[in-house]
Nanobody
Framework: QVQLVESGGGSVQAGGSLRLSCAASGRTFSSYTMAWFRQAPGKERDFVAGISWNGVRTNYADSVKGRFTISRDNAKNTVYLHMNTLEPEDAAVYYC????????????????WGQGTQVTVSS
């Protein structure tokens, strides 16, 4: 069982930056593939970025490539999403997700989810 708690959301102007954090409970965090998804009002929950258990492999949605970076610190049981050059289209609730499969899944087939953190971007 893994519990995930996101933090770091907030309001920022277009062009600004935020860093989201996802703290995980459980001793098996280092074995999990982790990902960030986001969901804007009236839209589907979409994959944003994923990272393998050891941080070697990452995957990004085309819309965030070059602007967002996913990273993890297994010693702290935490995964991060560094978001730069934010655009109004990035505004959404951002969710952290965990999966025990050894590859990055870009669909919503994750076993564990956090409650989400709101990101607002003003133009």
């Amino acid at each position: 069982q893994v519990q995930l708690v996101e933090s770091g959301g907030g309001s920022v102007q277009a062009g600004g930056s935020l860093r989201l954090s996802c703290a995980a409970s459980g001793r098996t965090f280092s074995s999990y593939t982790m990902a960030w998804f986001r969901q804007a009002p009236g839209k589907e929950r979409d994959f944003v970025a994923g990272i393998s258990w050891n941080g070697v492999r990452t995957n990004y949605a085309d819309s965030v490539k070059g602007r967002f970076t996913i990273s993890r610190d297994n010693a702290k049981n935490t995964v991060y999403l560094h978001m730069n050059t934010l655009e109004p289209e990035d505004a959404a609730v951002y969710y952290c997700a965990a999966n025990s499969v050894p590859y990055i899944v870009t669909t919503k087939n994750y076993a564990y989810w956090g409650q989400g953190t709101q990101v607002t971007v003003s133009s």
